[in-house]
């Protein structure tokens, strides 16, 4: 019964996280996507943009041709040693570049920029 609680322990506190970061996102208007596709330059939302460093799936030259439209003051995060899969619980993506780091640490680093970007730390 104990080897259950602690298995279960973990999903619970990963879905409770994941709860506050949707809460989060409707709170603050948050739009996640590798693309922008849309021009906010002058929308007046504030932008937070992350990816890891050896992330594989991303297209880097149309992420960064897209950058047109996104606003001057754009905040964007590169997490060092981070993967296109480290950002979530899916499992390895094809293309994807190898992780230096955990997915524990990626989605810990990128919770704590993302905090602190909402002034919230």
């Not at 905040?75 to 480290?86: F, L, P, Q």
């Amino acid at each position: 019964m104990k080897s259950q609680k602690k298995k279960a322990f973990p999903c619970r506190v990963f879905l409770f996280l994941l709860t506050v970061l949707l809460a989060v996102y409707v709170a603050f208007g948050i739009y996640v996507s590798d693309y922008y596709h849309a021009d906010l330059t002058d929308s007046g939302l504030r932008v937070y943009s992350t990816y890891g460093s050896e992330d594989g799936v991303l297209n880097r030259e149309k992420y960064e041709a897209d950058r047109i439209n996104l606003p001057q003051d754009t905040t964007e995060t590169v997490i060092d040693g981070g993967c296109h899969a480290g950002f979530g619980s899916y499992g390895a993506q094809k293309g994807d570049g190898a992780p230096v780091i955990s997915a524990e640490e990626q989605q810990q680093q990128t919770a704590d920029a993302l905090a602190a970007w909402m002034n919230l730390q």
